[in-house]
Protein backbone atom coordinates (compact mmCIF):
# COMPACT_ATOMS: atom_id res chain seq x y z
CA UNK A 1 0.00 0.00 0.00
CA UNK A 2 1.21 3.21 -1.17
CA UNK A 3 -0.49 5.95 1.04
CA UNK A 4 -1.47 9.42 1.31
CA UNK A 5 1.82 11.85 1.38
CA UNK A 6 0.40 15.22 3.32
CA UNK A 7 2.26 18.43 2.98
CA UNK A 8 1.39 22.29 4.51
CA UNK A 9 0.55 23.32 7.82
CA UNK A 10 2.84 24.90 10.30
CA UNK A 11 2.47 28.04 12.65
CA UNK A 12 -0.08 30.39 11.61
CA UNK A 13 -1.39 33.50 13.13
CA UNK A 14 -5.39 33.72 14.02
CA UNK A 15 -7.30 35.15 11.58
CA UNK A 16 -4.92 33.51 8.79
CA UNK A 17 -5.12 30.85 6.11
CA UNK A 18 -3.43 27.97 5.39
CA UNK A 19 -4.13 25.36 2.62
CA UNK A 20 -2.95 21.55 3.17
CA UNK A 21 -2.25 19.07 0.41
CA UNK A 22 -2.60 15.34 -0.25
CA UNK A 23 -1.20 13.43 -3.18
CA UNK A 24 -3.07 10.08 -3.43
CA UNK A 25 -1.47 6.83 -5.32
CA UNK A 26 -3.66 4.63 -4.22
CA UNK A 27 -7.26 3.91 -3.40
CA UNK A 28 -9.08 0.75 -1.82
CA UNK A 29 -11.31 -1.21 -4.17
CA UNK A 30 -14.66 0.48 -1.55
CA UNK A 31 -13.21 4.04 -1.84
CA UNK A 32 -14.86 6.59 -2.91
CA UNK A 33 -13.65 9.91 -1.23
CA UNK A 34 -10.99 11.64 0.41
CA UNK A 35 -11.46 12.64 3.82
CA UNK A 36 -9.72 15.26 5.80
CA UNK A 37 -9.59 14.45 10.08
CA UNK A 38 -7.97 16.28 13.21
CA UNK A 39 -6.49 15.23 16.09
CA UNK A 40 -6.21 17.84 19.34
CA UNK A 41 -3.83 17.66 22.02
CA UNK A 42 -7.23 15.69 24.16
CA UNK A 43 -6.93 12.96 21.33
CA UNK A 44 -10.51 13.26 20.01
CA UNK A 45 -10.76 12.99 16.29
CA UNK A 46 -12.98 14.88 14.24
CA UNK A 47 -14.21 15.10 10.53
CA UNK A 48 -13.45 18.40 9.26
CA UNK A 49 -14.46 17.58 5.39
CA UNK A 50 -13.64 15.55 2.23
CA UNK A 51 -14.46 15.18 -1.51
CA UNK A 52 -15.93 12.21 -3.18
CA UNK A 53 -13.26 11.72 -6.17
CA UNK A 54 -15.74 10.82 -9.21
CA UNK A 55 -18.40 13.79 -9.19
CA UNK A 56 -15.93 16.52 -6.94
CA UNK A 57 -19.29 17.09 -4.57
CA UNK A 58 -17.69 18.08 -1.24
CA UNK A 59 -18.54 18.31 2.42
CA UNK A 60 -17.53 20.25 5.07
CA UNK A 61 -17.84 19.38 9.02
CA UNK A 62 -20.15 21.94 11.32
CA UNK A 63 -17.19 23.27 13.50
CA UNK A 64 -15.92 24.47 10.50
CA UNK A 65 -18.76 25.10 8.12
CA UNK A 66 -17.88 28.38 6.13
CA UNK A 67 -14.38 28.56 7.17
CA UNK A 68 -12.76 25.42 5.74
CA UNK A 69 -13.43 24.13 1.94
CA UNK A 70 -11.87 21.26 -0.12
CA UNK A 71 -10.98 20.79 -3.39
CA UNK A 72 -9.19 18.37 -5.94
CA UNK A 73 -6.62 18.80 -8.94
CA UNK A 74 -6.96 15.19 -10.51
CA UNK A 75 -4.13 15.73 -12.73
CA UNK A 76 -1.68 15.92 -9.74
CA UNK A 77 -4.06 13.30 -7.72
CA UNK A 78 -4.00 15.83 -5.09
CA UNK A 79 -6.56 16.96 -2.72
CA UNK A 80 -6.31 20.31 -0.96
CA UNK A 81 -7.66 21.19 2.30
CA UNK A 82 -8.29 25.07 2.44
CA UNK A 83 -8.31 26.30 5.89
CA UNK A 84 -9.28 30.17 6.33
CA UNK A 85 -10.31 32.57 9.64
CA UNK A 86 -8.12 30.06 11.41
CA UNK A 87 -9.33 29.82 15.63
CA UNK A 88 -6.69 28.82 18.41
CA UNK A 89 -9.02 25.99 18.24
CA UNK A 90 -7.80 24.69 15.24
CA UNK A 91 -4.93 23.87 16.48
CA UNK A 92 -4.47 20.11 15.71
CA UNK A 93 -2.43 17.35 13.48
CA UNK A 94 -4.44 17.32 10.41
CA UNK A 95 -4.66 13.95 8.72
CA UNK A 96 -6.09 12.69 4.82
CA UNK A 97 -7.51 9.35 4.42
CA UNK A 98 -8.71 7.70 1.15
CA UNK A 99 -12.43 6.51 2.28
CA UNK A 100 -15.81 4.91 1.95
CA UNK A 101 -18.04 8.12 2.19
CA UNK A 102 -21.68 8.52 2.15
CA UNK A 103 -22.90 11.88 1.83
CA UNK A 104 -26.34 13.39 2.48
CA UNK A 105 -27.41 16.96 2.46
CA UNK A 106 -23.74 18.02 3.05
CA UNK A 107 -23.19 15.50 5.41
CA UNK A 108 -20.83 12.85 5.58
CA UNK A 109 -20.14 9.01 7.02
CA UNK A 110 -16.37 8.32 6.33
CA UNK A 111 -15.10 4.94 6.48
CA UNK A 112 -11.10 5.13 6.41
CA UNK A 113 -8.93 2.91 4.69
CA UNK A 114 -5.19 4.59 4.23
CA UNK A 115 -4.00 7.56 6.27
CA UNK A 116 -1.99 10.11 5.07
CA UNK A 117 1.61 10.76 7.73
CA UNK A 118 -0.08 13.80 9.47
CA UNK A 119 0.93 17.14 9.19
CA UNK A 120 0.44 19.86 12.51
CA UNK A 121 -1.37 23.21 12.19
CA UNK A 122 -0.96 25.33 15.10
CA UNK A 123 -3.07 28.76 15.05
CA UNK A 124 -1.43 31.16 17.39
CA UNK A 125 -3.67 33.65 19.56
Known amino acids: VVAPVQSGGGSVPAGGLVTLSCVVS????????VAWFRQTSTNSLEGVGG????????YTGDSVQGRFSVSQDNAKRTVYLHMNILKPEDTAMYYC??????????????????WGQGTQVTVAS
Open 51 to 58: ILIESGET
Open 26 to 33: EYANSDNC
Open 97 to 114: ATAACQVRDGQARATPSY
